[in-house]
């Protein structure tokens, strides 16, 4: 089994739906002969032909309502908007048209796209070339979000996205583009969608996480370890639809929750986490659902962007102020 | 007739009809008499469609409402030049053709009574759902023709607007996408002169928003809209580049909302009556039935014939629409993905059972 780091286990799943099936087909800016500005589609034009790899115009709304127009005619398109930062232009056609077809037409017509979306900070990348909205995105009816975290699971929930009969939304957290490997078997099953993954079991401490923080966690978790704390932690994967039984399964058992994002505070992913927990397992919650979280600011620039995203050490902080609640 | 022949950067525009119905023999479309009669048919349906429901909307029977009435010929001209096959985005004024397309009226009058099944509209018509927001909806015909390339089918998409659209980025984008995949695409743009209050003058300084499929790249006709046989005429030609692979045309025909834009909208507040009945002549039924006329094709008896078949049609379709079952709860659900995800069914058992204990 060839050992891939997430940028290259994307290509995988692409490439290998791209022989699947003659009706997905990649479009956006410089997915072409460039193969994108991560090197995510490198490769798939030479493969796969310029009439299937579409380099496009420079035209976020341009991409999306083209690629739901392909989708209505029952193809399958994959397009990619270069950095979430520059999703807006877009919105319009999501908000308005994507994630509501298949209820507009009464089901007769679906949009079978994915959309994927390079995102989050610690890159040291230029304004918006950081932001973290999938708040914004949960928020909207009759779309899914997914994120990955690891390469395997980024290749096995694409291959599950492209499949999908509905629009997907592919959040990559390109700071872990290529600093993790991982084996990842060629022709490897989709992942489902919606389905949380437990990364670390652990009897004290809920970390719920998406994408780069992950690892975050991870890293926090080794700390907490040696001082005594067994951290748990569940990777959300699917952000929308959230997987609500595996997080209310693990915070009854462990009696705290942090959630950590690097998307803005209020009215983040972690305030409805929160409230899903006061809901479901208020009684036997031992202390406050906590958020450790980016703030209500403009994502600073890359010389401030560490004071901004969280990292292990205010995980490691917030988890011994819960556990000496 | 070329194209070419009518370029707007030079003010030409393309019209077979003169307001006093006579036809230019050189430009005289090859049309039975059947189609030259189904063509009024057609329009005078659309009319009479248009004039119940703004009877229906005062009556309160129906919702807001955004009336057709003086652009039948675009609409009715452009969509018989199509074949089956061929798609259809519609805006949200395209009443005459999604008529002409053959979507059932009821399901029209439904969606405008405010019911979501009247949106579901058969594939099998190739005709999209009414799209509200402004211009958004061009993308989508883009999208459609450069999957039919892609495929290497030799359908063509066929997509409405009005004037007001093309000052949206959507419409820039649209154009910018299919001038340069070459894409099948007809985009149909009615300048009916207002978008709400604001006049096309304000709309945008372009001498012919025509010219503007210049800066793509496309070429654009103008023609004059309120001639069924101009629109016929624009749209088999543009159809001809489309299904060669010559790509994209922007067509905009002149014509007039005689109407508000919608039954929410008081355009006594914008613009003269004096303005109203100067226009008024010049609709396109009043030219076409002169037209008819004159080649012994219409008399007042024709008329009042295929008007009580639309009316009776017309009663029919009310009815059905009126006795159509209110939307079930589970519908605000349901169609929401192809599988409903558990929070929905979550919120829908809930709505189900604070339904029951009422």
């Known amino acids: 089994m060839p050992s891939l780091n997430l940028v290259e286990a994307i290509n995988l799943a692409l490439r290998e739906e791209l022989a699947r099936d003659p009706d997905v087909l990649l479009l956006g800016e410089d997915v072409g002969l460039e193969g994108g500005v991560f090197r995510v589609t490198e490769g798939l034009q030479q493969a796969f032909g310029a009439g299937r790899i579409i380099d496009t115009p420079l035209a976020e709304s341009g991409i999306v309502g083209v690629a739901l127009g392909l989708a209505l005619l029952g193809l399958r398109p994959v397009a990619e908007i270069q950095f979430m930062g520059f999703l807006p232009p877009a919105l319009d056609q999501i908000i308005s048209h994507v994630g509501r077809y298949r209820h507009r037409s009464r089901g007769v017509y679906s949009a079978p796209l994915v959309i994927r979306l390079p995102y989050g900070g610690g890159i040291h990348a230029p304004e918006h070339h950081s932001e973290s909205i999938e708040a914004m995105l949960v928020h909207t009816p009759g779309i899914k979000v997914v994120v990955p975290s690891s390469p395997a699971d980024a290749c096995g929930l694409l291959k599950s996205a492209i499949r999908d009969p509905d629009p997907v939304l592919f959040l990559e957290p390109k700071r872990i583009y290529r600093a993790v490997r991982e084996e990842v078997a060629e022709g490897m099953e989709p992942i489902p969608l919606g389905r949380a993954r437990q990364v670390r079991s652990g009897r004290d401490l809920t970390v719920i996480a998406w994408g780069a923080m992950v690892r975050e966690a991870q890293k926090a978790a080794e700390t907490l370890a040696a001082e005594g704390v067994e951290t748990e932690i569940i990777d959300l994967r699917t952000l929308s639809p959230l997987d609500t039984g595996a997080i209310l399964a693990s915070v009854r058992r462990t009696g705290r929750c942090l959630v950590v994002h690097e998307a803005a505070r209020t009215a983040g992913l972690g305030a409805e986490i929160s409230a899903l927990v006061m809901e479901g397992a208020l009684l036997q919650l031992k202390s406050p659902v906590a958020r450790i979280t980016g703030f209500d600011t403009v994502m600073p620039l890359p010389r401030g962007e560490h004071f901004y995203l969280p990292d292990a050490g205010r995980i490691v902080r917030a988890a011994r102020e819960i556990m000496s609640f | ?358």
């Open chain 2, 1 to 358: 007739m070329e194209l070419a022949d009518y370029d707007p950067l030079q003010g030409k525009r393309l019209q077979v009809l003169d307001p006093e119905g006579n036809a230019d023999p050189a430009l005289l479309p090859a049309l039975d008499e059947e189609v030259l009669c189904l063509i009024f048919r057609r329009m005078l349906a659309a009319r009479l469609v248009d004039r119940t429901c703004l009877t229906l909307q005062r009556e309160g029977r129906m919702g807001t409402y955004p009336p057709v009435e003086g652009q039948e010929a675009c609409q009715v001209g452009s969509v018989l030049a199509l074949s089956e096959t061929d798609w259809i985005v519609p805006s949200f004024r395209e009443l005459a053709a999604a008529l002409v397309r053959g979507v059932p009226l009821e399901r029209i009058f439904l969606y405008w009574m405010g019911h979501e099944e009247g949106s579901r509209i058969p594939k099998s018509l190739r005709f999209l759902p009414v799209a509200i927001p402004v211009g958004t909806h061009i993308l989508h015909a883009t999208g459609l023709a450069m999957g039919i390339s892609y495929r290497r089918e030799k359908d063509a998409v066929l997509c409405f607007f009005g004037d007001g659209a093309t000052s949206e980025g959507d419409f820039h984008e649209a154009l910018t996408f299919a001038g340069v995949s070459k894409a099948p695409a007809i985009f149909f743009c009615q300048n009916n002169a207002w978008a709400i209050s604001v006049p096309r003058k304000a709309q945008c300084a372009a001498t012919a928003l025509a010219a503007k499929g210049v800066g793509y790249g496309i070429p654009g006709v103008q023609i004059d809209g309120n001639d069924p046989l101009a629109a016929y005429l624009a749209t088999e030609a543009a159809l001809r580049r489309a299904r060669a692979g010559e790509g994209p045309t922007l067509i905009e025909a002149i014509t007039y909302r005689l109407g508000p834009h919608t039954t929410s909208d008081d355009p006594g507040r914008y613009r003269s009556a004096e303005e109203v009945e100067r226009m008024r002549p010049l609709e396109p039924l009043v030219r076409y039935r002169l037209f008819l006329q004159g080649r012994g094709l219409w008399s007042e008896a024709w008329e009042a014939e295929i008007t009580a078949d639309i009316e009776k049609w017309i009663a029919e379709s009310i009815q059905k629409a009126e006795a159509f079952p209110d939307p079930a709860p589970e519908d605000i659900f349901d169609y929401m993905f192809a599988e409903l995800p558990p929070h929905l069914a979550r919120q829908k058992a809930s709505l189900l059972s604070s339904l029951q204990e009422e």
